[in-house]
Each structure stands twice: as C-alpha cells, then as structure tokens.
C-alpha cells in the first residue's frame, strides 16, 4: 500500500493528448518519467469512457513498473475502474467529500484551488494536496484565473498539506515558483509538447536544483 504522506510531488506531469503533435502518449510519459516526474495525471476531457479507461490502463502499466503515483482527472468513475492511485477534482466537479466515500481513505484526492478561501475548503474536507493555480498564463486551461506567486506563497504558508503550483510552467520560470516554498511544480506542455519529453523533463529538473529543493 502506497503512503501518501511520503509522496514526492516535485515535478508532477498533467497530460494533455492534443499538445503531443503526433507522439505516443504512453512513450511520452515513460521518457518524463525516467526524466525525473514524480507524479503523473492522466487529463482527457474529449475521449469516450471506454477509450479513456483503455488509456488510463495503459498507462497505468507504465506508472506502475516505476513505482510512480497514477493519477485521474475529474473522472472518479475511471479511476476506479482502473485502481488508480488516485483523483484530482476541480471546482465544479463531485464534492470531495462524495469522491472520499467512493475512493476510500487510502487513495490520493487533489483538489484545483485558486485563492486562500478555496485552499482552507478542500484541506478542511480532506484533500491530500492542492494544486494551485494557474500561476503564469496557459492556453491548457483558458478558464484558470491567475494567481500571483506571493498568493501561492500565502497559501503554502497557511497549508498543512502539499501545494503543487500549476499554470504556465516552463524551465524559465520553474525557480521562481519553486522558491515560494511550494511540494512542487506540474507542468502540461513544458513536457508533452516539446520533440524531446526525456530532455526536457531533466532541463526542468536541473533548473530545480537551483532552487531550495
């Protein structure tokens, strides 16, 4: 059984399929993974539930040879289908405490949040880790509103659980958001759109170092 509270987040993968430009997603996220992602999240808003329970079982295979927590965007039905390791949820997706009952207290729940009111909300019903954002801007998610890193930097202080900043990340900035004091940094197209995920995975990683990690 995996312990959650020993997860590392520091460099935390949200797929996104229409950002590869014909590469393997699969592929794409064996070669993040041996580049150094500690998490991966597997987000499909436009696939049918039978094609996205195919992938995600897939993809499981990969995340699971190399010890890596696997987890579901918004669908809970999916991450139970496949056994996931666990479920990321939006505002305007099941209420976490629903989510918790179907899931059990085992598995992982992150919850997006974008300010302080929000982040004490989903810690006090439980959420494993929040992932904050977007911090820079991101053409992923064209509905996120920003947040300013001193606002994550308050919600880091406040916060007894991991935050993971997301929204926009790149190696040019990962520093920046790394010396907030946050668990981590999710990045969508830093990895899954370059030619190279292997190598730009371990540019994100080398640009890490710099900070306080």
Not at 155 to 177: D, L, S
């Amino acid at each position: 059984m995996r312990i959650k509270e020993n997860i590392d987040y520091s460099l935390y993968l949200v797929t996104d399929r229409p950002l590869l430009g014909g590469k393997d997603l699969v592929a794409t996220v064996e070669q993040a993974i041996l580049g150094g992602v500690t998490v991966v999240q597997i987000r499909e808003k436009d696939l049918s539930t039978l094609a996205f329970y195919e992938l995600a079982l897939e993809v499981k295979k990969i995340t699971g040879k190399y010890n890596i927590p696997f987890i579901i965007n918004d669908r809970l039905d999916i991450a139970l289908a496949v056994d996931a390791d666990g479920l990321h949820i939006g505002q305007q997706d099941l209420p976490l405490t629903v989510a918790r009952k179907f899931l059990g207290p085992e598995k992982i729940i992150g919850v997006s949040v974008r300010n302080k009111e929000q982040a004490l909300v989903a810690e006090g019903a439980g959420a494993d880790y929040l992932g904050v954002g977007a911090i820079f801007p991101t053409a992923t998610k064209g509905d996120a509103d920003s947040v300013s890193l001193e606002e994550l930097q308050q919600i880091k202080c406040q916060a007894a659980i991991p935050i993971i900043a997301i929204g926009g990340i790149q190696a040019t900035n990962i520093k920046k958001v790394m010396d907030t004091g946050v668990d981590g940094a999710a990045v969508v197209s830093a990895i899954v759109a370059c030619a190279n995920p292997y190598q730009a995975t371990m540019d994100l990683r080398h640009c890490q170092k710099n900070s306080y990690i």
